[in-house]
T-cell receptor
């Protein structure tokens, strides 16, 4: 089954404790991205990757890092999480940046206290 | 960056009623898309529109790409309980922009 998986689905952590949210897709997509969803703000792009070893900032990259060492994986790293990073995070993938059909993962709800 | 204004923010309707929601922007987009997010899941693409004036249907859903390229509309006819969720519009020119969503509740 074609899918995007994220782990964990739920995470409660404390300020400053480094964490990683994993994302994996099995569709051989070149383009992957991370979004955060906040009430009243919709989906805002954090980072994206057009291919292996190619990453770029989205609209709200501050406080986040990503890596793309393999085509299928695109982890999101919070080196020192803060309460304002409490949000619902989605990973998405598509064939290319110009491909409009993005496949979204199920989401990761992160709470930073 | 381009801002999308989606309305209404939420809707409470009776099963069987028709639903309309829209998205407007001060900027022009080349593509308009509509996604649905079910509770606890990620958004799923419903309809993609590629040309100004285009009207496209997907079952009980109909969406239109506005002539000015600055707006789009989504209509759902004869709503059913499984239509519940958050509907997002998205516009694409150089990158994808999402509206804030319309939360739809359908009462049986």
């Amino acid at each position: 089954e074609a899918q995007v998986t994220q782990n964990p689905r739920y995470l409660i952590t404390v300020t400053g404790k480094k964490l990683t949210v994993t994302c994996s897709q099995n569709m051989n997509h070149e383009y992957m991205s991370w979004y955060r969803q906040d009430p009243g703000l919709g989906l805002r792009q954090i980072y994206y990757s057009m291919n292996v070893e190619v990453t770029d900032k989205g609209d709200v990259p501050e406080g986040y890092k990503v890596s793309r060492k393999e085509k299928r994986n695109f982890p999101l790293i919070l080196e020192s999480p803060s309460p304002n990073q409490t949000s619902l995070y989605f990973c998405a993938s598509s064939w290319s940046k110009e491909s409009y059909e993005q496949y979204f993962g199920p989401g990761t709800r992160l709470t930073v206290t | 960056g381009q801002q999308l204004n989606q309305s209404p923010q939420s809707m409470f309707i009776q099963e069987g009623e028709d639903v309309s929601m829209n998205c407007t922007s001060s900027s022009i987009f080349n593509t308009w898309l509509w996604y649905k997010q079910d509770p606890g899941e990620g958004p799923v693409l419903l309809i993609a529109l590629y040309k100004a004036g285009e009207l496209t249907s997907n079952g009980r859903l109909t969406a239109q790409f506005g002539i000015t390229r600055k707006d789009s509309f989504l209509n759902i006819s004869a709503s059913i309980p499984s239509d519940v969720g958050i509907y997002f519009c998205a516009g694409h020119v150089n990158d994808m922009r999402f509206g804030a969503g319309t939360r739809l509740t359908v009462k049986p």
